[in-house]
């Protein structure tokens, strides 16, 4: 029992350290981030909120677009459920939340279109769910006319003026960054993205297909001029959840023949899924991106962490130019 108490501490303190650096902290000791009563609605919001080192009591996000931020956050904020969860599932989730905890103020996400998976969910629906709370205030930032209008909207609202022009500065310089290494030509790579994910219990390797028109083909791959090879690996029958294809066994992996595979996710899972297809099918070795070992695993980016944009996108651009 107490070197299961000793484990989970360890764990909780593991998951804090991640908060603070996620929070902008840099400095030791590391200073944690301030936490206000009030609800926050949106991942852009969220994201930004937590450089500025605030983070609310309450929450509604795509945590499973988090990954990385998803144990912190759960242990430094209640998180009430996705968006869609909150304002179709259970529209009444955040009013009760905030009744409950007599919490008075939602300051919420305004975006032209939140969720390329769920485009019917509208996070200013929200302010409509909350009207019977005490009190109530709403407040918005809004992110149609730029992350960095966006960053000095929410620095004021929280009262870091002097961090958010801090936070503005470092973005600045990393889009700078982005624009001054984009190709002068179009890559023309032939991508295949693969999501892995690997389930500790049971040991199995779960591989899906991100379909095209999705997150990577709008943020990655079209800017670089790239194409998402997976058109040739899917069927009519096929059915698309949250912008994926569940893969099974790459079955045609041989006709999408892509120049560049790239892991996002679990990318164990991913190289598993492709060293199984190889052995059972030798001449996959000649696909390009085997042959010519342009397989990387990258951080997926699905317009929730914008702050983190310049730096994911570089990453990609590194893996997709080196061929």
């Given at each position: 029992?107490?070197?299961?108490?000793?484990?989970?501490?360890?764990?909780?303190?593991?998951?804090?350290?991640?908060?603070?650096?996620?929070?902008?902290?840099?400095?030791?000791?590391?200073?944690?981030?301030?936490?206000?009563?009030?609800?926050?609605?949106?991942?852009?919001?969220?994201?930004?909120?937590?450089?500025?080192?605030?983070?609310?009591?309450?929450?509604?996000?795509?945590?499973?677009?988090?990954?990385?931020?998803?144990?912190?956050?759960?242990?430094?904020?209640?998180?009430?459920?996705?968006?869609?969860?909150?304002?179709?599932?259970?529209?009444?989730?955040?009013?009760?939340?905030?009744?409950?905890?007599?919490?008075?103020?939602?300051?919420?996400?305004?975006?032209?279109?939140?969720?390329?998976?769920?485009?019917?969910?509208?996070?200013?629906?929200?302010?409509?769910?909350?009207?019977?709370?005490?009190?109530?205030?709403?407040?918005?930032?809004?992110?149609?006319?730029?992350?960095?209008?966006?960053?000095?909207?929410?620095?004021?609202?929280?009262?870091?003026?002097?961090?958010?022009?801090?936070?503005?500065?470092?973005?600045?310089?990393?889009?700078?960054?982005?624009?001054?290494?984009?190709?002068?030509?179009?890559?023309?790579?032939?991508?295949?993205?693969?999501?892995?994910?690997?389930?500790?219990?049971?040991?199995?390797?779960?591989?899906?297909?991100?379909?095209?028109?999705?997150?990577?083909?709008?943020?990655?791959?079209?800017?670089?001029?790239?194409?998402?090879?997976?058109?040739?690996?899917?069927?009519?029958?096929?059915?698309?959840?949250?912008?994926?294809?569940?893969?099974?066994?790459?079955?045609?992996?041989?006709?999408?023949?892509?120049?560049?595979?790239?892991?996002?996710?679990?990318?164990?899972?991913?190289?598993?899924?492709?060293?199984?297809?190889?052995?059972?099918?030798?001449?996959?070795?000649?696909?390009?991106?085997?042959?010519?070992?342009?397989?990387?695993?990258?951080?997926?980016?699905?317009?929730?962490?914008?702050?983190?944009?310049?730096?994911?996108?570089?990453?990609?651009?590194?893996?997709?130019?080196?061929q």
């Amino acid at each position: 029992m107490k070197k299961i108490r000793v484990l989970f501490i360890a764990a909780c303190l593991g998951c804090l350290a991640v908060l603070c650096t996620l929070s902008g902290a840099s400095a030791s000791p590391a200073k944690a981030p301030e936490r206000i009563k009030a609800v926050m609605v949106g991942d852009r919001l969220v994201d930004v909120s937590l450089k500025l080192g605030v983070v609310p009591e309450g929450m509604s996000v795509r945590l499973s677009m988090w990954d990385d931020k998803a144990p912190a956050l759960r242990l430094a904020t209640q998180v009430l459920g996705c968006p869609n969860y909150v304002t179709m599932k259970h529209p009444e989730a955040i009013g009760n939340f905030m009744k409950e905890r007599g919490i008075t103020r939602l300051i919420l996400e305004k975006s032209t279109k939140f969720c390329l998976y769920k485009q019917k969910v509208t996070l200013e629906k929200v302010a409509d769910l909350v009207k019977d709370v005490p009190n109530v205030t709403i407040e918005y930032v809004d992110f149609t006319k730029g992350v960095v209008p966006a960053i000095t909207q929410a620095a004021q609202l929280l009262h870091k003026e002097d961090k958010g022009r801090l936070v503005i500065a470092s973005y600045e310089k990393a889009m700078k960054k982005v624009e001054a290494a984009m190709p002068a030509k179009k890559l023309g790579r032939r991508v295949l993205v693969l999501n892995g994910n690997y389930s500790v219990a049971t040991g199995k390797t779960f591989i899906r297909i991100e379909a095209p028109g999705g997150y990577s083909d709008q943020y990655m791959l079209d800017p670089l001029g790239c194409v998402n090879a997976s058109k040739a690996m899917l069927t009519d029958t096929m059915k698309v959840s949250k912008g994926h294809v569940s893969a099974g066994r790459l079955k045609g992996l041989e006709k999408a023949n892509p120049d560049v595979i790239v892991a996002t996710g679990n990318g164990f899972a991913v190289q598993m899924a492709l060293h199984r297809a190889v052995k059972k099918n030798p001449a996959l070795a000649d696909i390009p991106a085997i042959k010519n070992g342009a397989i990387y695993t990258l951080p997926f980016y699905g317009d929730s962490s914008v702050l983190e944009y310049p730096q994911i996108f570089r990453q990609w651009l590194l893996a997709l130019e080196e061929q």
